[in-house]
T-cell receptor, first 114, second 115 residues
Framework: GESVGLHLPTLSVQEGDNSIINCAYS??????FIWYKQESGKGPQFIID?????DKRQGQRVTVLLNKTVKHLSLQIAATQPGDSAVYFC?????????????FGKGTKLSVKP | GAVVSQHPSRVICKSGTSVKIECRSL??????MFWYRQFPKKSLMLMAT?????????EQGVEKDKFLINHASLTLSTLTVTSAHPEDSSFYIC???????????FGPGTRLLVL
């Protein structure tokens, strides 16, 4: 079956360091992926997306890398700040669903140490 | 842009009563809206997908008579939890997807507590 998963449930980094959050997916037909940030008690917030015709996409302090060969994507956060502390979810488009909904990974909790 | 609101943000109700949660796309038209449920420290679980003007599609294991969904306009979808029980207590989150787009934007969530 199709799945999207995260390698590590928690990640602790020092303020100012770079953070890398990884995600693996199983359906090679997936062609669209999104990273979301969810703070405690709030809904997921869109960070960045990427289509399968790209290997890399950059936003403000964030970069998403997509490796279709090994079905892996990562989110890199530069100069991590305390405000980046949250749970990060990767999501992939579900081609098994009729509505093209997203399948979410389990989430990685990022903690930033001051 | 791409703002989605939910109302109420928090609700406490007695067992056996019904609760309605509204999801609105404020600055775009959402042909499709999704309803999720999230348990503490868990990922999002898709409950149903609603398309404007048609019946919602429910995921396996989700009771359609228990969780009534209405998507009457391109900016509003509602989820009604009927005859709520304590086990329905959860964080309910909606998302909206604009016409011909793939990105889903999420609402802030509704915390439901059934006593």
């Amino acid at each position: 079956g199709e799945s999207v998963g995260l390698h590590l449930p928690t990640l602790s980094v020092q303020e100012g360091d770079n953070s890398i959050i990884n995600c693996a997916y199983s359906n090679s037909a997936s062609d669209y992926f999104i990273w979301y940030k969810q703070e405690s008690g709030k809904g997921p917030q869109f960070i960045i997306d990427i289509r399968s015709n790209m290997d890399k996409r950059q936003g403000q302090r964030v970069t998403v890398l997509l490796n279709k060969t090994v079905k892996h994507l990562s989110l890199q956060i530069a100069a991590t700040q305390p405000g980046d502390s949250a749970v990060y979810f990767c999501a992939g488009k579900n081609y098994g669903g009729s509505q093209g909904n997203l399948i979410f990974g389990k989430g990685t909790k990022l903690s930033v140490k001051p | 842009g791409a703002v989605v609101s939910q109302h109420p943000s928090r609700v406490i109700c007695k067992s056996g009563t019904s609760v309605k949660i509204e999801c609105r796309s404020l600055d775009f038209q959402a042909t499709t809206m999704f309803w999720y449920r999230q348990f503490p420290k868990k990922s999002l679980m898709l409950m149903a997908t609603s398309n404007e003007g048609s019946k919602a599609t429910y995921e396996q294991g989700v009771e359609k008579d228990k969780f009534l969904i209405n998507h009457a306009s391109l900016t509003l979808s509602t989820l009604t939890v009927t005859s709520a029980h304590p086990e329905d207590s959860s964080f309910y989150i909606c998302s909206a997807r604009a016409t011909s787009q793939e990105t889903q934007y999420f609402g802030p969530g509704t915390r439901l507590l059934v006593l």
